[in-house]
């Protein structure tokens, strides 16, 4: 057997090559997953952007200083195991390599899942390090592995963002009509229209999204923001009214534009980029500083606080409710597209990483052929 992975280069995120390994016999306790299919967003082009910085390249790494290998959200079933407690045929959900398949080694095992414990993810943030069970997954349902996969982990980044910014009280965000706006750049993305689903179930908050022109009608059609505008219509909103600046994007134009204008920016949060080239250079900002939001680090402080069981099921109930909204089959705010084989996943890839196609399309990839 063998296994195909996609390498990216680091410093040239454009440049790939398809690379194709001989398997290595499992040791005791590890298990072989094949990985079935997986999901390709912009946050997987935030993960390779900030690779380094956010050692995003150390969950998977290739052994080769200048190239690296993009983590995915998806679905694996496990094919050979020397793992007493894990069953060939188990089919798992969790943080994959881009390739057709991976080697685990399972501890801390549950009815629900299990941690892998290599030693190279040892010292990474716990979170991704978990792989759940599909048959006692309380978020799985068959009929929407699709929107699990695309939806899932960037939800629960939005159900962060939403929780963060009320564990703050909105950093002061609030006018004298007691009304707190939050400013949301690339609007038409799935993290950001999840955090603008989440954020509109709170009295008092109004979400502006700022998208492309050619994305106005798409957002507009979510009904989650209040009010959607091109980023050139920046002059549409009162320049000193207190707002906070959520920015999934990183667009740094755009940011300086946005600092430069609203006099009463209480708070600016760096989440995505879809934005590759524009990544750095944001300095001699006016206004408060532009701070990365690291989803773990909340995901880290209300489990302390509230306990992991509560954790998840606040976060299941509100994902029960976007569910209930996306996949609506009237009027689906994402459609499934999938891509198999090497040659189609790798064409999803640079569309993905250019940033262009409909948002409504969710792209679903596969290594393999069939």
Known sequence: MAVTRLLVRKDALTRTELRVDADTALAPGQVRLSIDQFALTSNNITYAAFGDAMHYWDFYPTGEADW???????????????????AVGER???YFPFADSVVLEPARLSPQGFADASAHRSALPAVYNQYLRCNSDPFYAPETEELQALLRPLFTTS???????ADNVFFGATDSARKTVLLLSSASSKTAY?????????????????TSAANLAFCRSLGCYRRVLAYGQLDQLTADVPCIYVDFAGNVTLRHALHSRFTELRYSCSIGATHVDQLRGARSLPGPKATLFFAPTQIKKRH???GGAVFGQRLLQA??????????????WLVAQHHRGPSAALAAYQQVLAGSGDPRAGHMLSLRSR
């Open 194 to 210: 999840g955090t603008a689903f989440v954020l509109a179930q709170r009295a008092g908050v109004e979400v502006v999204g700022l």
């Open 92 to 94: 798992l959900y969790g």
């Open 304 to 306: 302390a606080e509230w």
């Open 319 to 332: 994902w029960k409710a976007f569910m209930a909204t996306v996949a609506n089959p009237a009027a689906p």
């Open 68 to 86: 690296g290998c993009i983590p995915v959200w998806g679905f694996g079933v496990v094919v050979q195991s020397e793992h007493a407690a894990v």
């Open 159 to 165: 159900w962060l963002i939403d929780d963060f910014m």
